[in-house]
C-alpha cells in the first residue's frame, strides 16, 4: 500500500514557476515508477509527466515539455514537478500517481494522491 500526498500548489503568474512535491508513505516507494496528471474544470484527466522507478527514465507530454521537470529522491520518498513558464492553459488540480511502470495512461497507476491546486493567472 502506497499513500501519497501533494503539496506546493497555489496561485502564480503567467511566467512563473512552481514546484510541486508529492510525499509517499510506504517502504516500497523506490520501487514504483511515478506519474503526475492534471485536470482543468469540464475537462478529462491528462498525463503531464511520468519517472521510472531509479528516476533514470522520464516521459513529458508535449504541452510540457521543456517547461516541466520531473524527479524524485528515493531516500525521501518523495517525487517532484519542477514548473517554467506556466501559461494559464496549466490551470488544473494536479495528482501524482505509482505504477509498477512509467506511462502515459492513467489506468494503469495503482495508487493516487488527492491533488493540488494550481491556478496561473494571465
Known amino acids: 500500500q502506497v499513500q501519497l500526498v501533494e503539496s506546493g500548489g497555489g496561485l502564480v503568474q503567467a511566467g512563473g514557476s512552481l514546484r510541486l512535491s508529492c510525499a509517499a508513505s510506504?517502504?516500497?516507494?523506490?520501487?514504483?515508477?511515478m506519474g503526475w496528471f492534471r485536470q482543468a474544470p469540464g475537462k478529462e484527466r491528462e498525463f503531464v509527466a511520468a519517472?521510472?522507478?531509479?528516476?533514470?527514465?522520464?516521459y513529458y507530454a508535449n504541452s510540457v515539455k521543456g517547461r516541466f521537470t520531473i524527479s524524485r529522491d528515493n531516500a525521501k520518498n518523495t517525487v517532484y514537478l519542477q514548473m517554467n513558464s506556466l501559461k494559464p492553459e496549466d490551470t488544473a488540480v494536479y495528482y501524482c500517481?505509482?505504477?509498477?511502470?512509467?506511462?502515459?495512461?492513467?489506468?494503469?497507476?495503482?495508487?493516487w494522491g488527492q491533488g493540488t491546486q494550481v491556478t496561473v493567472s494571465s
Open positions: 500517481a505509482a505504477s509498477v511502470k512509467p506511462t502515459f495512461r492513467g489506468y494503469e497507476y495503482d495508487y
Open positions: 510506504g517502504r516500497t516507494f523506490s520501487s514504483y515508477a
Open positions: 519517472i521510472s522507478w531509479s528516476g533514470g527514465t522520464t
